[in-house]
């Protein structure tokens, strides 16, 4: 045991490197909730990609804070990027707001990893405040809200030749169950008489 407790002398003792990253990652988690549960999940009702934000915060969070203790030369970057150059990720396709989520998460994981003792906490507390808040105003006021835009494939020609914007509408809001306020046509297959249009529905609410 002795011998095992050996290995690790400086990390054992340090009571006040220990003390900083319990408080930063304390922050980190903090604040990476309230973007998560607060604004993302209340806003869309959506829990599948909870665990990846939160298990994408706390990684990030872990290698920044360790590794700013470890002096990394070339080889050992080139190395890691190796290793994510083997790596292949098939995943299905999400919305670039859930990408905007993921990568809004990263960030505040390298903000608190990588502050040093130049940065105070209040401008520490200021910037992950900033980042909350905006994400909160930008979901959740009508004004700034987008309407989201989805690919159909429209089969009822005559009802598009007819002119009659309202019941098209309404006929693409009754067959998608989308909320639908306007269309663009992409492209006509007189072919298959079919329609390819970009549905524009009203964000949640």
Known sequence: MAELLGLFPDALIDSAN???????????????ALVVL???????????????????NVITF????????VKVDMGFALGLFAVFGILRYRTEQIRTRD???????????????????????????????????????????????????RS????????????DEAALIADLTQRSGLQVARYKIEDVDLLRDTVR?????????
Request: net charge positive; with cysteine.
């Open 99 to 149: 990408l905007t989520y993921l990568f809004v998460v990263i960030g505040l994981a390298i903000l608190n990893a990588v502050v040093n003792t130049s940065v105070s906490v209040a401008e520490l507390l200021l910037l992950n405040g900033t980042i909350v808040l905006l994400a909160f105003i930008l979901e959740f006021t009508p004004a700034l809200r987008r309407d989201q835009a």
């Open 152 to 163: 159909v494939l429209y089969d009822n020609l005559e009802l598009l030749r007819s002119g």
């Open 18 to 32: 220990f003390a900083k990253l319990y408080s930063r990652l304390a922050l980190d988690l903090f604040f990476t």
């Open 62 to 69: 872990g290698l920044c804070f360790l590794l700013r203790k």
């Open 38 to 56: 607060g604004v993302y999940v209340r806003r869309y009702g959506k829990t599948e990609f909870i665990f990846t934000y939160f298990m994408f």
């Open 197 to 205: 249009l970009t549905v524009y529905s009203n964000a949640p609410k």
